[in-house]
Each structure stands twice: as structure tokens, then as C-alpha cells.
């Protein structure tokens, strides 16, 4: 079906593959694709996945079965209830009737990125065979419908939308550990990080300088922040450089090449190719 969820596996009553009305994701490194269906007679769904799911179920009330991991559920939920199935935990759910599905895949390194803008390491995910949550329902049907209507609106508005949903997903779908796991860097440490790549923005930043604030060798540190953080320290650099560039042009109307200047980039046209290369979109339509 789609390269990135190779592993999920869909099917209707007599068998067969469901209608599928959206799949994929727009242009630029949103980390989220939104799978569309209409199952007829009967839904199958199982997958042990790479990405966090979210399923939408988006008709009247059907009865279900659902299992994560050893945990299992039958019920009927309302329109718009969502099942959260962590990366890694195998799932499964058949339901009876002809029903509508959105699936909303989510690459696990943009949550621990969203998480550790708030200086948290190792988010996870919260297991839940039903729940609802309105702003969650509604941006994935967003998400649905530019898919299928091949991104009407764009690259940046849909990777806007689905920042907003991994950001959601984050902030109350979430726990933080009690103990830390070995081989990840502490909350402190991650806030001394953030703060001084901020404080810095207009700087080189090297990494020897980031591992001094770490306390790590450049070597160990760099593979200790991806494992925490979920890209690497130059890739959190450029995220942080970015969201201060994009607020000052959008909010402070500061000119290209003043924000490129301000926040790192080597000059505006520097900063353009990582707003095309992140948000699939040009600085021009950035600041339409």
C-alpha cells in the first residue's frame, strides 16, 4: 500500500482490500501519513508498527474488537473515537458493518523532537484500546481530506496541521518515565541544550560545545542526543533556527535576509532551501 506502512494490513468482509480514498503525505518532513478507507460488510486491521498509529473511527456506531498487545476491548464506540497503538506493540481490530477509517501514522523521532522542545526526553505514547479527543479528530480530518484531495492547500499548510497533531498527541497522550533509562540524556540536560542553541542562534554552534554542557565526549554525545531527542544535534539546531526564523518573519515582519542573519543561516537563500527541504514549501508562500 504505502511503502512507509508496509507492515499494516487491511481487509473488508469478503476479503478484500477496502476502498482507499487517501494515502500518503505531503511534500516536506512532517513525519505523519494519513491513511482513508471505507471498509464494506466488515473492517480487518492488524499491524506491528514502526510508526505510532492513531485510528479514526469515522461512521456510526459499530461493534468492535480490539486488542494491543495482551490488552483486548469489545464495544461500541461513537464516531470519532480514537485508538492509540504505540510503535513496536502489535494490534489488531475487526469490526462489523460497512465503515469509514482514518489511520494517522506517526514517525516516533517527531514525537521525542516535539517532546524535547519542552526539555522532556523519552515520551511515551499512552496505550488506548477507545478514547476521543475533538482537536485530535478534527486535524486528522483535516489531514484526511488534503490527502485525498491531493493538498489543495499545500505543503506547509499540511505540515503545519500535522505539527499541531503530533504536538497534541504530545502534550495529552503522553507520560513521562519515573526513572530515566540508561544510554539518555536527563531533562536538565536537555533544557541547558535548548537554552543555549537559543541564546545562540545567530552563532556557529558546534557540538564539541553541546557535549561540553552535556558533560559527553562529541563522539558518545551525538549518538546519546539522537537517542533522546530523536534527530541529531545539527538537525536540532537547524529545528530551533527555523522556528525562531519562520516567527520572526511571520509575526515580527522582519525581512528574509534580517531572519536569515538572525538566526544562523548563511544568508537567505541558505534558509530557503531548509524551509523547502522541512516544510515543502518556498519562503514566499511562507509568508503569503
Not at 544510554?183 to 535548548?194: H, S
Not at 559527553?216 to 539522537?226: C, Q, Y
Not at 534527530?231 to 529545528?239: I, Q
Not at 542573519?261 to 515543502?280: E, K, N
Request: glycine share 8%; aromatic share 6%.
Amino acid at each position: 500500500m504505502i511503502e512507509e506502512i508496509a507492515e499494516l494490513r487491511l481487509a473488508q468482509e469478503d476479503g478484500g482490500l477496502p476502498t482507499i480514498f487517501a494515502a500518503g503525505g505531503a511534500p516536506g518532513e512532517s513525519g505523519v501519513i494519513v491513511v482513508t478507507a471505507r471498509f464494506r460488510d466488515g473492517m480487518h486491521i492488524n499491524a506491528t508498527p514502526r510508526r505510532h498509529h492513531v485510528c479514526f473511527q469515522i461512521s456510526e456506531q459499530s461493534r468492535f474488537a480490539c486488542r494491543i498487545g495482551d490488552q483486548t476491548l469489545s464495544h461500541e464506540p461513537r464516531s470519532g473515537s480514537l485508538a492509540i497503538c504505540p510503535a513496536g506493540i502489535d494490534y489488531a481490530a475487526d469490526a462489523a458493518g460497512t465503515l469509514d477509517a482514518v489511520l494517522v501514522a506517526i514517525d516516533p523521532r517527531k514525537l521525542a523532537l516535539a517532546a524535547a522542545e519542552d526539555a522532556a526526553t523519552e515520551p511515551q505514547l499512552v496505550e488506548r484500546l477507545s478514547g476521543y479527543d475533538q482537536a485530535l479528530l478534527d486535524l486528522g480530518r483535516k489531514l484526511a481530506s488534503e490527502s485525498a484531495g491531493g493538498y489543495p492547500s499545500g505543503a506547509l499548510f499540511w505540515n503545519e496541521a500535522a505539527s499541531a497533531l503530533i504536538d497534541g498527541l504530545t502534550a495529552r497522550h503522553t507520560l513521562v518515565p519515573k526513572s530515566r533509562a540508561r544510554g539518555v540524556l536527563g531533562k536538565d540536560v536537555i533544557k541547558r541544550i535548548r537554552d543555549y542553541i537559543i541564546t545562540h542562534l545567530d552563532e556557529p554552534i558546534e557540538v564539541t560545545k553541546l557535549a561540553n554542557i552535556a558533560g559527553r565526549s562529541p563522539f558518545h554525545f551525538t549518538r546519546v542526543f539522537a537517542r533522546s531527542v530523536g534527530t541529531t544535534p545539527h538537525r536540532f539546531v537547524v529545528h530551533l533556527r527555523l522556528q525562531r526564523a519562520i516567527k520572526l518573519i511571520r509575526d515580527e515582519r522582519i525581512g528574509l535576509a534580517e531572519a536569515a542573519a538572525q538566526t544562523g543561516f548563511a544568508d537567505q537563500s541558505h534558509l530557503s532551501r531548509w524551509v523547502r527541504r522541512v516544510h515543502g514549501a518556498s519562503l514566499s508562500q511562507l509568508v503569503a
